[in-house]
């Protein structure tokens, strides 16, 4: 299929990656490009007071949060968050500390250095996942986080969406540059602050819980191909 469509990605992160008790939540957005101008002029003479690009959805009260997400979602804009709860995120660490330590051959080559950066290149994938994609090649615009490294999750994105045969060309900027990704930051901050059972009522919201798969770990971590190497001593 054609790579010449006007879809865009946009993708931003709400919660405290590096932290220990905040849930992370990844939201994006798919965006026909052609609408831009007029749905910006659309989105800001019903909403004025958020035209600031410093205006996030972490300082929206969850009203506020339903009513944009309902302006969103009449305009057919595609969303998706996935949220990755923080007993998830510890459990997976402990369990791949466990496993590296049981296989001997691995102690001292594989360690988690960059874990929340490598994990987040997979609730990256699983959130852009939710989206209607066709076959053919998307641009991915992705928030400069300040928080953690942006250029270690995304060569775990790449390795995963790789695998997966996604054509999909990841770049990231920072907001004041890249307006949309402002819209992407609501859809974060709702899958937040809005019961879920309130968001499935959306028609074009998909919200779920991200799946730190065993298979999507052994890539971003290198475990199977290092495992493989043992089996053929």
Known sequence: MQNNHPYKIYIDVSGTVKGNKDDIFVGCILFNDNYRAAYKEKFYREFPSLQSFNKKGSSLNPDK????????????????AV?????IIKRTQNNLK??????????G???LK??????????????????????????????AESQFSIQQALVAFDRLRFIRNMRLRPSFTMRRLEHMIK??????????????????????????????????????????????SKRNI
């Open 98 to 107: 466990k496993r590296i330590a049981e296989i001997k051959h691995l102690k």
């Open 65 to 80: 949060l339903k009513n944009i997400i309902n302006h969103m979602d009449q305009n057919k804009i595609k969303m998706s």
């Open 83 to 87: 949220v990755l709860p923080r007993y």
């Open 114 to 143: 960059d874990f929340e950066e490598k994990i987040m290149g997979i609730a990256y994938l699983n959130a852009i996942s939710q989206l209607p994609l066709r076959q053919c090649q998307y641009d991915c615009y992705f928030c």
């Open 183 to 228: 819209f992407a930051d609501f859809t974060a901050s709702a899958a937040r602050k809005i019961d879920k059972s309130h968001i499935n009522q959306y028609q074009n919201f998909k919200y779920t819980t991200c799946d730190l798969a065993d298979n999507d770990l052994d890539i971003v971590f290198g475990l199977s191909r290092r495992e493989g």
């Open 109 to 111: 080559e594989v360690h």
